[in-house]
């Protein structure tokens, strides 16, 4: 199973980019499904999450400006992300928490994460 995550780069503050990220491979299902983001000095943080419920969830820090959505048809998501600042600047993690496709039967596999993809915002 891969998470193929594009769209990062480089913006100035006030700018905006877009993030799109695709689940590919045996998967049964996907319970939860978003972006987390890695800055400097800070650990790894959910920033938009579709939980297991559908519902939204943002990071207060990302609140009003980032945008999640999805296609559950073809198990993306994209992280519309406006009125970039500094401290946005830092790698973009897509994840989810999904069932994988055994042999056996669906084996569940929380905290999936793919590889990053970098987003440097400049004052």
Partial sequence: VQLQASGGGSVQAGGSLR???TANGKIASINSMGWGRRTPGKSRELI?????????????????RFTISR????????LQMRSLKPEDTGTYYCHMDF???????PSPFPHYWG???????SS
């Avoid at 296609?71 to 994209?78: L, S």
């Avoid at 069932?99 to 039967?105: I, K, Q």
């Avoid at 590889?115 to 915002?121: A, D, E, F, R, Y």
């Fill in 48 to 64: 938009a999450t579709f939980n297991t419920d559908g519902n939204i969830v943002y990071a207060d820090s990302v609140k009003g």
């Fill in 99 to 105: 069932y994988y496709d055994d042999v056996d039967g």
């Fill in 115 to 121: 590889l990053g993809t970098q987003v440097t915002v």
């Fill in 71 to 78: 296609d559950r048809a073809k198990n993306m998501v994209d």
């Fill in 19 to 21: 993030l799109s990220c």
